[in-house]
């Protein structure tokens, strides 16, 4: 039976085969496939969020903090089966595998939707499947797509409704003509089987067998198995990344794995940045940046997806499309970032997080010292002798944007993007920063990225992978055809393209300290980055890009020593000559639709290294790196 809890219908159509038409037929398939118990029109008002909430509480789905001390907050534990983006159940199911290219499993379509339909058979029996109508981006705005996910999960409506525009405004839209991304998700746990057989639910329902599938001609999603983060939340990365990249391609434009800031001058002048950066790799902490340089100011706007589209005016424009964060809370204090431990004190959905015993969250990193006792993510006791952490080390925290106490005014507007900003964690060889001569060497930059792995992906923790623009797992299409869509984009732009940097906060010495001292100092380099869009300050040449006159970068008050400064940019030619190759046989693998130019770049910068490469054997970088230590 197909009802509304609240005995009311969404915005009834009034033009016989308009767009609300086509929209109610498709949740019609959907729900005669996956055989609900019922379905409900979401609405994301205040009721809505109210009733779900007790519902997955008195379900023991959730678990309510105390409210004085985690106001309107809660926790949930997931299946530890499902604590993070399955990369290597993530299908991309274009035309041809030659689309889809070297970085994505492809699948052919046809196959797919066979074993999707399988899988979907009857997924849904005995629960609920939710409609949620949603935008990325505010409604109506010129760079924002609409989508609507179909879920059986109240846990992914909620979070959707912190991190997305959800509701009537977006079926208004739908009614109007704007087209929409179909995104069906499932948590691949029906409660009742063919013959009918009731079986009970679990805190945290899943499959362990888990799709998570795009189809990128046909702009769909379609999820099953798992209830956790990008996997269910389709709206975030399978929609925002992997589908709006495509459609970027398509169209013109761009759909990035970047954060977006506004950083103040102490003249006044505003620069928006756009930042790229794998995960735990400091995107919430640069975009949540509270600088103690004096007069310098930054501002959130986003902190994991832009989208940017060239402007009339010539140059780059870009908008947060999301509504919230989901952040990773390991790592997240006081110390390390102010302003999101403000944001999370309310109003908050935590997962896989410790619970203390007064009803408070906690994770490492959160306080210099754990408590004494805690309930561990997975439900059991916890104290500092525990050999396992407190904290699932992809915990989350899932809260809206307007909590952000350092959100920009005006931030769901488009803004002119000054510089964009490549990093990853790198403890060797990558300088603090470094600017590209020109756009082709900072796409040439975005492209060869690489950082160390986290726990967000599958992966052996540590390895040093290739991440391309931070997007290796979220580009809808083939990785070479991305680069050369920048290098286009860059050329429709010309001189009104954006300065292009790279970054390495994490560099380390031969004893494996951090050379920089990270965090708030970060706003030292965003300030020799500002300086250089302005033109006010000179950069010195290197073969791997134009590095600061060390005296223009503002060290005062910290306890740097020079030779530390100095290892902070060292450009060792043995090292990078070593990288160099590594670089040529990572491009190898995508044949001939590499960009040549990457080939030249490549040329070039070997030369240059061959160049300042003394008569005798080179000094390696740990040797002088364990001088500056």
Known sequence: MITNPNHTSPTPHTVPGSPRVALEAWVARIASLTRPDRVVWCDGSADET??????????GKLVALDQERRPNSFLARSDPDDVARVEGRTFTCSRTPEDAGPTN??????????????????????????????????????????????????????????????????????????????????????????????????????????????????REVWSYGSGYGGNALLAKKCFALRIASVMGRDEGWLAEHMLLVRLTSPEGRAFHVAAAFPSACGKTNLAMLQPELPGWSVETIGDDIAWLRPGADGRLHAINPEAGLFGVAPGTGHDTNPVAVETIAADTIFTNVALTDDGDVWWEGLTPEPPAHLVDWTGADWTPDSPTPAAHPNARFTVSLDRVPTLADGWEHSVPVDAVVFGGRRSTNVPLVAQAPTWAEGVFMGATVSSEQTAAAEGTVGELRRDPFAMLPFCGYDMADHWSHWLDTGARLGAGAPAVFQVNWFRKDADGGFLWPGFRENARVLEWIARRVEGSVPAVESPVGLLPDLGDLDVRGLDLPEARL???????????????????????????????VFTAILDERRAALHAETPESAPESESESVRQAA
């Open 50 to 59: 109210a009733r779900l909430t007790r519902q997955l509480v008195d379900e």
């Open 105 to 218: 499993h492809w699948r052919e379509p046809s196959a797919m939707r066979a074993e999707l339909e399988e899988r979907f058979a009857g997924s849904m029996r005995g629960r609920t499947m939710y409609v949620v109508p949603f935008s990325m981006g505010p409604v109506g705005g010129p760079i924002s797509q609409l989508g609507v996910e179909v879920t059986d999960s109240a846990y992914v409506v909620l979070s959707m409704g912190k991190t997305t525009r959800l509701g009537h405004g977006v079926l208004r839209a739908i009614d109007a003509g704007v087209p929409w991304v179909a995104t069906v998700h499932s948590v691949g746990m029906p409660l009742r089987d063919d013959a009918g057989t009731e079986q009970p639910d679990l805190a945290w329902p899943c499959n362990p067998t888990k799709y998570i599938v795009q189809f990128p001609e046909t």
């Open 566 to 596: 100095d290892a902070l940019f060292a450009v060792e030619p043995g090292p990078w000559l070593e990288e160099c190759d590594l670089t040529e046989e990572f491009l190898a693998g995508f044949g001939d639709r590499t960009p040549p």
